[in-house]
């Protein structure tokens, strides 16, 4: 379980309500990836002096601040980060950098958590504002992941099951699969995730019968399906608001993978019509999206990968490439500004940004840079020690992963 340090001034001795917290508006539920609206002095959002004042803080703080900024960030906000990537890259930049005493996580909740976990005890973690939560990582609680565990253990399926996270989720549902043998996996090494856990144990791996998957069904079924040649019918989804997931046992006992009932609200909304319609559009486009995708979406088209592997997959292409690219809208805007020699569409007509990633913005940025350079650590996200050893037990098996666990996969 992590906890959110709220501004200063404002703390409780108690535990609020989360009900509560909302009408305040001044704490995060820490039982949410969503947390709540963060307090402080925000500046107004149109003061044409915070990109001075953001500057100016930065300077203030020196070496003793590192700035990490998510692929699907605002502009205004990758233009003061000191260096950008997904999730896991850029816990693992922070990680190697012990003499930062603040990381400040331009990023969601999930990320500022993995940050915490893998960063030293002296380091702190800030999140700008502790709104930004991920709504596929909310799908998945301890207590629905729990439960799924205590239906499959009732049935005797316990045993055989191992558990793969994916990077998108709380740090308590790492904690959970680091207890029981699993492993974390990212977008980019999902496929090695499967293949060890399915693996005989005497070639290292842990002789799965099923896997768990969790919190994203489509990276589940669409690794499992595309990567390691299951079929759909091996794939049955959990849904975690129904009894036994709304599944018989011999669906769960047959099933290769449990798919948990969680999706990406971004990538959810591309559909097998969004590509029709763009190669109707857009002659001879070469269709590029995430495997958070529905299968459906995937299947249609042309390429398929993690973000990094969709950043370098354009910037390796050559002038006169055409692309649709499914996946979040700021990076795709952000591509086609730094390749106008290339043709580079959004793959849905309807504009669509990840709500949560945009709550972090330059006047949140400020207002954390500014509290810091004062002495002030507000939003601070903080992961319990014994949370912390379970969940890194889970990321240090993603890293020992056969092969190179954090390639990029290519189609
Ligand atoms: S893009 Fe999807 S997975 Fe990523 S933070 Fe937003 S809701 Fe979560």
């Known amino acids: 379980m992590s906890t959110i340090e709220p501004a200063?001034?404002?703390?409780?001795?108690?535990?609020?309500?989360?009900?509560?917290?909302?009408?305040?508006?001044?704490?995060?539920?820490?039982a949410s990836e969503r947390g709540v609206e963060c307090a402080g002095a925000l500046p107004p959002a149109g003061d044409p002096a915070l990109p001075a004042r953001a500057a100016e803080a930065k300077a203030a703080l020196g070496d003793r601040v590192f700035i990490l900024?998510?692929?699907?960030q605002r502009d205004e906000v990758i233009a003061f980060a000191d260096t950008t990537g997904d999730s896991f890259r850029l816990a693992s930049e922070a990680a190697a950098r012990p003499?930062?005493?603040?990381?400040?996580?331009?990023?969601?909740?999930?990320?500022?958590?993995?940050?915490?976990?893998?960063?030293?005890?002296?380091?702190?973690?800030?999140?700008?504002?502790?709104?930004?939560?991920?709504?596929?990582?909310?799908?998945?609680?301890?207590?629905q992941v729990r439960t799924c565990w205590d239906t499959l253990s009732e049935l005797g399926l316990a045993d055989r099951t191992v558990p793969v996270v994916y990077m998108n989720s709380a740090a308590a549902i790492k904690a959970f699969t680091g207890r029981h043998g699993g492993t974390v996996c990212t977008s980019s090494?999902?496929?090695?995730?499967?293949?060890?856990?399915?693996?005989?144990?005497?070639?290292?791996?842990?002789?799965?019968?099923?896997?768990?998957?969790?919190p994203d069904q489509h990276l589940g079924r669409n690794?499992?399906?595309?990567?390691?040649?299951?079929?759909?019918s091996d794939c049955v989804c959990y849904d975690p608001r129904r009894p036994q997931g709304g599944l018989t046992r011999e669906e769960l006992a047959n099933a290769r993978m449990l798919l948990w009932k969680g999706h990406c609200s971004v990538h959810g909304r591309f559909t097998p019509a969004c590509v029709?319609?763009?190669?109707?559009?857009?002659?001879?486009?070469?269709?590029l999206v995430h495997p958070e995708c529905t299968h459906e979406v995937v299947s249609k088209a042309d390429l398929v990968g993690s973000t990094e592997y969709i950043i370098r997959t354009v910037e390796r292409a050559p002038a006169g490439s055409q692309w649709a690219i499914g996946t979040e809208l700021n990076l795709v805007r952000r591509l086609a500004h730094r390749h106008p020699d290339q043709t580079i569409a959004y793959l849905d007509r309807t504009v669509c940004?990840?709500?949560?990633?945009?709550?972090?913005?330059?006047?949140h940025l400020?207002?954390?840079?500014?509290?810091?350079?004062?002495?002030?650590?507000?939003?601070?996200?903080?992961?319990?020690?014994?949370?912390?050893?379970?969940?890194?037990?889970?990321?240090?098996?993603?890293?020992?992963?056969?092969?190179?666990s954090t390639a990029t996969r290519r189609d």
């Open 366 to 404: 400020v207002m954390s840079l500014e509290s810091l350079a004062a002495g002030h650590v507000i939003n601070r996200v903080r992961v319990d020690a014994t949370t912390a050893e379970e969940a890194r037990t889970a990321l240090d098996q993603m890293l020992a992963l056969p092969g190179d």
């Open 8 to 30: 200063s001034g404002l703390g409780f001795d108690e535990p609020v309500p989360s009900a509560l917290l909302h009408l305040l508006g001044t704490l995060s539920d820490p």
């Open 353 to 363: 940004f990840c709500a949560t990633m945009n709550r972090i913005d330059l006047p």
């Open 276 to 287: 029709d319609e763009v190669r109707a559009r857009i002659p001879g486009v070469s269709v």
């Open 69 to 72: 900024g998510h692929h699907y």
């Open 223 to 232: 690794t499992a399906v595309r990567d390691l040649g299951l079929s759909l």
């Open 189 to 214: 090494n999902a496929a090695q995730a499967l293949r060890w856990a399915f693996a005989p144990s005497d070639q290292g791996g842990r002789a799965a019968d099923r896997v768990l998957f969790l």
């Open 99 to 143: 003499a930062a005493e603040f990381i400040v996580f331009c990023g969601v909740h999930f990320m500022a958590e993995s940050a915490d976990i893998l960063t030293g005890p002296t380091q702190q973690v800030v999140l700008p504002d502790l709104a930004a939560g991920c709504s596929m990582a909310d799908m998945a609680s301890l207590d």
